[in-house]
């Protein structure tokens, strides 16, 4: 294992050494940027199959609501109906999470690497590089200990959060819209199935059914979820320098990504936009 720290410290060290000429001294700083954007390279491709299981998703809301209201008295068999369904559709519920999923090794290679003294039994030449004023290894408690948040490590910490509020931000509006879009066409689906079976007692059925939602067990996770990209504001602050910018790159990645590979779905973009 103390090979493989070794061979990877010694590519991020090729990789700051070829980008000193425009960099300088945040080479290092720059080397990790640019090999947080070949991790979402090559992370790509899931991305892209995990936006099309979003869409094929979207298309069997309509069977969901059907299944909701056959099964509106017993959750456990509502749950097991639409993932036999998922199963026949060849649609994941999971798929948007193999992204993350398959980022996370890089996160902890770098947290590791800008978190040890030693690499290979040698002093960790990496933790002499900075960002600016701020060293990668350090944290941003020991940069208010140098200056408070106003010194010079502490606005590189100040920029950081700027960025990642605003991203947040960003994902948040978005996020909102695309749930209150899913919700309203889940809601008119559930009504559509439940107008087709007797009139007595369809306006209770269609409520009980847009109550459901999703999947039961999903009703929590779906309020937090809009608040999600918040919680990247605490990783920054308390991981190593050169891991917040393996974060901060890779979540400010994701939104742009996002927002094209889900351009078309429902909530996606502001109704002003829509009418441009």
Same mark, same amino acid.
């Given at each position: 294992?103390?090979?493989?720290?070794?061979?990877?410290?010694?590519?991020?060290? +090729? =990789?700051?050494?070829?980008?000193?000429?425009?960099?300088?001294?945040?080479?290092?700083?720059?080397?990790?940027?640019? #090999?947080?954007? =070949?991790? @979402? =390279?090559?992370?790509?491709?899931?991305?892209?199959?995990?936006? +099309?299981?979003?869409?094929?998703?979207?298309? /069997?809301?309509?069977?969901?609501?059907?299944?909701?209201?056959?099964? @509106?008295?017993?959750?456990?068999?509502?749950?097991?109906?639409?993932?036999? /369904?998922?199963?026949?559709?060849?649609?994941?519920?999971?798929?948007?999470? /193999?992204?993350?999923? *398959?980022?996370?090794? $890089?996160? *902890?290679?770098?947290?590791?690497?800008?978190?040890? !003294?030693?690499?290979?039994?040698?002093?960790?030449?990496?933790?002499?590089? @900075?960002? #600016?004023?701020?060293?990668?290894?350090?944290?941003?408690?020991?940069?208010?200990?140098? %200056?408070?948040?106003?010194?010079?490590?502490?606005?590189?910490?100040?920029?950081?959060?700027?960025?990642?509020?605003?991203?947040? !931000?960003?994902?948040?509006?978005? !996020?909102?819209?695309?749930?209150?879009?899913?919700?309203?066409?889940? $809601?008119?689906?559930?009504?559509?199935?439940?107008?087709? %079976?007797?009139?007595?007692?369809? &306006?209770? +059925?269609? &409520?009980?059914?847009?109550?459901?939602?999703?999947?039961?067990?999903?009703?929590?996770?779906?309020?937090?979820?809009?608040?999600?990209? #918040?919680?990247?504001?605490?990783?920054?602050?308390?991981?190593?320098?050169?891991?917040?910018?393996?974060?901060?790159?890779? !979540?400010?990645?994701?939104?742009?990504? +996002?927002?094209?590979?889900?351009?078309?779905?429902? %909530?996606?973009?502001?109704?002003?936009?829509?009418?441009?």
């Amino acid at each position: 294992m103390s090979t493989f720290f070794s061979a990877f410290a010694s590519m991020v060290e +090729r =990789l700051a050494d070829l980008l000193q000429p425009l960099f300088h001294a945040s080479s290092a700083a720059a080397a990790i940027v640019l #090999f947080t954007a =070949l991790v @979402r =390279l090559l992370v790509h491709p899931l991305s892209r199959a995990a936006a +099309r299981g979003q869409r094929e998703r979207a298309r /069997l809301q309509p069977q969901i609501a059907a299944l909701r209201e056959k099964h @509106r008295k017993n959750p456990e068999k509502l749950q097991k109906a639409i993932m036999e /369904l998922h199963a026949e559709e060849k649609v994941s519920p999971l798929s948007g999470c /193999l992204p993350s999923l *398959f980022q996370m090794p $890089a996160f *902890f290679l770098l947290y590791h690497l800008f978190s040890s !003294t030693t690499i290979g039994g040698e002093s960790n030449a990496l933790l002499g590089h @900075r960002l #600016f004023a701020a060293p990668l290894g350090g944290r941003w408690a020991e940069a208010l200990g140098d %200056g408070g948040p106003f010194g010079a490590q502490g606005l590189v910490y100040l920029g950081l959060f700027a960025l990642v509020a605003a991203v947040a !931000t960003f994902n948040f509006r978005r !996020t909102k819209r695309m749930m209150a879009a899913g919700a309203a066409t889940s $809601a008119a689906s559930t009504s559509a199935s439940a107008a087709k %079976g007797a009139s007595e007692g369809a &306006s209770e +059925r269609a &409520s009980e059914g847009a109550a459901a939602g999703q999947m039961p067990g999903l009703g929590a996770v779906n309020k937090i979820m809009p608040w999600m990209s #918040f919680f990247t504001l605490f990783t920054v602050a308390f991981v190593p320098l050169a891991a917040a910018l393996y974060v901060v790159t890779s !979540t400010t990645w994701s939104a742009v990504e +996002r927002a094209v590979l889900y351009r078309d779905m429902p %909530g996606a973009a502001p109704a002003t936009a829509a009418l441009v």
